[in-house]
């Protein structure tokens, strides 16, 4: 049984964020998650299944959720329109979308061992080098606006996970730097983005 939880589990608390530091995450979201995984662990106790679950970072890539950062920030650029978000000192794991897929099809095979497990880069990486990349490969730096909302008053201002453990139990590591993520996120048909 895999179970796909979210880094957002750990809420705000010293970084890196390891599979056994307390769940802290207290928006809705993260309540969902860990309820989630509180719940599949119980099942599998049940059910004497083992239990995988899956923390990933930020995932982006193909096939992203429209109101999700990267999305939103392609969909304003290609259509001219100006992009408004926090400072961006606020920082993240992302992770591409193949990467999770890998680890994903490690932990169903039979044989994984059961456990949590980090779906990260272990690199912190910061929001505002984030947007202005991907506005500098599209040729759009003057449509950005850093800066012009404020943060969520629960702003996690560092997130990064430790994947130690997935390495050392489950041989992953993440493959895709980030920015050849990001360059295949632009280069990707706009359909398959925010799909």
């Known amino acids: 049984m895999v179970y796909v939880s979210s880094g957002e ?3 705000l608390q010293p970084v890196p ?11 809705p979201y993260a309540k969902a998650k860990i309820r989630g995984e509180d719940e599949v662990r119980a099942a ?6 083992e239990a995988v679950i899956v923390r990933p970072g930020v995932v ?3 096939g992203q959720r429209p109101g999700m950062l990267i999305p939103s920030l392609l969909a304003a650029l290609r259509a001219g329109q100006r992009f408004a978000c ?5 920082t993240r794991d992302f992770v591409h979308v193949r990467d999770v897929a890998r680890l994903l099809a490690r932990c169903a095979e039979d044989g994984a061992p059961a456990g949590t497990y ?3 880069t272990g690199i912190e990486s910061a929001v505002a080098m984030v947007v202005r990349a991907l506005a500098w490969r599209l040729g759009r730096t003057d449509l950005v606006d850093l800066g012009a909302l404020p943060y969520r008053g629960s702003e996690v201002m560092r997130y990064v996970l430790d994947a130690t453990r997935a390495k050392e ?11 050849d993520g990001l360059e295949s996120v632009v280069s ?3 359909e398959q983005v925010g799909a």
Do not use: H, W
């Open 60 to 62: 982006y890539g193909p």
């Open 44 to 49: 599998a106790a049940r059910l004497r299944l």
């Open 188 to 190: 990707c048909p706009e």
């Open 169 to 179: 139990r489950l041989g992953f590591v993440a493959q895709v730097a980030l920015a």
């Open 9 to 11: 589990v750990y809420g």
């Open 86 to 90: 926090t400072p961006g000192e606020q």
């Open 17 to 27: 964020f390891a599979e056994d530091a307390q769940r802290l995450g207290d928006t």
């Open 118 to 120: 980090n779906a990260g």
